[in-house]
T-cell receptor
Framework: KQEVTQIPAALSVPEGENLVLNCSFT??????LQWFRQDPGKGLTSLLL?????REQTSGRLNASLDKSSGRSTLYIAASQPGDSATYLC???????????FGTGTRLTVIP | ETGVTQSPTHLIKTRGQQVTLRCSSQ?????VSWYQQALGQGPQFIFQ???????GRGNFPPRFSGLQFPNYSSELNVNALELDDSALYLC??????????????FGSGTQLSVL
């Protein structure tokens, strides 16, 4: 069974700092990997989706990388802002059917 | 903001009762997935519906059941509620093309409390 782990569980940084969130998964046979953002008590917003054949995806200040063979992905956030404060979730899709396996998330706080 | 809407936003039930949660898909989407998110945890896949039939199920007992309607909206039904069913229930819609699905769009969820 696929297991997804995210480290750290919580992170607090001053505004302007660059930061990296980590995600690892046990089964490298994945179709794609996604990073989501979740604000308290709210639904999920997809940030970046990396297909299994890709190594990275970029959107604005966000960059996600994927190393399928080692079962790892990182989400890099440049020049963090207070509005980036949220929980970031990593999820893997084994077969493209959207039956996602999620990690428990990293709760990010950016201090003004 | 996605076009996926869920109702109600909050719900309080007592143990043993039954509950129905509702979801309207984003326009043009033909697949609906349901997830359960306990406090402090990541979402867990419950099941998915495509063309009004269940198309994949996670590790949830039969008292969790669902429906998808011809307009692609969906319901999640939970019978014999237990305290551990207290969670945020998330609905997500997508478009199925061939054997795979396009990107998922999530609703804001229904917060269910079982007392």
């Amino acid at each position: 069974k696929q297991e997804v782990t995210q480290i750290p569980a919580a992170l607090s940084v001053p505004e302007g700092e660059n930061l990296v969130l980590n995600c690892s998964f046990t089964d490298s046979a994945i179709y794609n990997l996604q990073w989501f953002r979740q604000d308290p008590g709210k639904g999920l917003t997809s940030l970046l989706l990396i297909q299994s054949s890709q190594r990275e995806q970029t959107s604005g200040r966000l960059n996600a990388s994927l190393d399928k063979s080692s079962g790892r992905s990182t989400l890099y956030i440049a020049a963090s802002q207070p509005g980036d404060s949220a929980t970031y979730l990593c999820a893997v899709d084994p077969a493209g059917a959207n039956n996602l396996f999620f990690g428990t998330g990293t709760r990010l706080t950016v201090i003004p | 903001e996605t076009g996926v809407t869920q109702s109600p936003t909050h719900l309080i039930k007592t143990r043993g009762q039954q509950v129905t949660l509702r979801c309207s898909s984003q326009s043009g989407h033909n697949t609906v997935s349901w997830y359960q998110q306990a406090l402090g945890q990541g979402p867990q896949f419950i099941f998915q519906y495509y063309r009004e039939e269940e198309n994949g199920r996670g590790n949830f007992p039969p008292r969790f059941s669902g429906l998808q309607f011809p307009n692609y909206s969906s319901e999640l039904n939970v019978n014999a509620l237990e305290l551990d069913d207290s969670a945020l229930y998330l609905c997500a819609s997508s478009t199925r093309t061939g054997a795979t699905n396009e990107k998922l769009f999530f609703g804001s969820g229904t917060q269910l409390s079982v007392l």
